[in-house]
C-alpha cells in the first residue's frame, strides 16, 4: 500500500511566479491535510480538505493561497505570486477519517525555495 | 505563541544515556501524536494517546499521557545514535496542532 506522495519534492520558483504542489493521498483515505514547515520550527496547519470540499481553511493566509482536492486526482495547493517569505517545506498528510481515532500520515514533503 | 510548547528545544547525548522530553499546553486535547522527523523527510507517526494517564510503551521509548490530557512526556532508555531526530508533538484540537519540536543527537 503506497503512502502519502508528494510532488515535487523540490521547487525552485522566482518571485511573482507561480507554485503547483501536488499531493496524493494514501489508498482509502479522503481526508487530506497541509502543513508548513520552516526551518527549525515545527509544522503550521494551512487547510484541511476532503473530495471537493474545504473544511478548514484557517491556517491559510487570505491571499495568494488556494487549495483544492478533486474528485478525480491529487490535491493540489497553489501559490501564487511567490514570495521569498513562502520559502518553506509544504507537507501533505491523510487519514480515513477526522479525530483522535484517525491518524494522519505524510508524506515526504515538497521543499519551495523561492529565489 | 505555540499552543503546545515542547522542551528542551535541543538535546545532546551519548549513546546508551536515557532521557525525556516534554510536551506541555493549557490546552485539553482529545488525542494527542507523537512524530519524529528525520531531516528532508515527513514526520512519522510513533504513537496516539487518547485517555489520560495513559502510558504507551513502544520498544525502548515510553510514552504518556497527563492525567488532565493537557501535558505529554517521551522517555527513551539507553538511547542509539539511531535515535536522533525532531520529535514532534500534535495535538487533536479539531485541527491537529504541532509543537515547535526538539530536536535529539544521541553520538556514538
Known amino acids: 500500500n503506497a503512502g502519502v506522495m508528494q510532488n515535487p519534492r523540490h521547487l525552485v520558483r522566482r518571485r511573482g511566479q507561480e507554485a503547483r504542489l501536488r499531493c496524493s493521498p494514501m489508498?482509502?483515505?479522503?481526508?487530506v491535510y497541509w502543513y508548513r514547515q520552516l526551518p527549525e520550527e515545527g509544522l503550521k496547519f494551512m487547510v484541511y480538505?476532503?473530495?471537493?470540499?474545504?473544511?478548514?481553511e484557517s491556517g491559510m493566509p487570505k491571499e495568494r493561497f488556494s487549495a483544492e482536492f478533486p474528485k478525480e486526482g491529487p490535491s493540489i495547493l497553489r501559490i501564487q505570486q511567490v514570495v521569498r517569505g513562502d520559502s518553506a517545506a509544504y507537507f501533505c498528510?491523510?487519514?480515513?477519517?477526522?479525530?483522535?481515532?484517525?491518524?494522519?500520515?505524510f508524506g515526504p514533503g515538497t521543499r519551495l525555495t523561492v529565489t | 505563541t505555540q499552543l503546545l510548547e515542547q522542551s528542551p528545544q535541543f538535546l545532546s547525548i551519548q549513546e546508551g544515556e536515557n532521557l525525556t522530553v516534554y510536551c506541555n499546553s493549557s490546552?485539553?486535547?482529545?488525542?494527542l501524536q507523537w512524530y519524529r522527523q528525520e531531516p528532508g523527510e515527513g514526520p512519522v507517526l510513533l504513537v496516539t494517546?487518547?485517555?489520560?494517564?495513559e502510558v504507551k510503551k513502544l520498544k525502548r521509548l515510553t510514552f504518556q499521557f497527563g492525567d488532565a490530557r493537557k501535558d505529554s512526556s517521551l522517555h527513551i532508555t539507553a538511547a542509539q545514535p539511531g535515535d536522533t531526530g525532531l520529535y514532534l508533538c500534535?495535538?487533536?484540537?479539531?485541527?491537529?496542532?504541532f509543537g515547535a519540536g526538539t530536536r535529539l543527537t544521541v553520538k556514538p
Open positions: 498528510a491523510s487519514s480515513r477519517g477526522q479525530g483522535p481515532n484517525y491518524e494522519q500520515y
Open positions: 489508498k482509502g483515505h479522503s481526508h
Open positions: 480538505l476532503q473530495k471537493e470540499n474545504i473544511i478548514d
Open positions: 490546552s485539553v486535547f482529545s488525542s
Open positions: 494517546v487518547v485517555t489520560g494517564g
Open positions: 500534535a495535538g487533536d484540537d479539531n485541527d491537529m496542532r
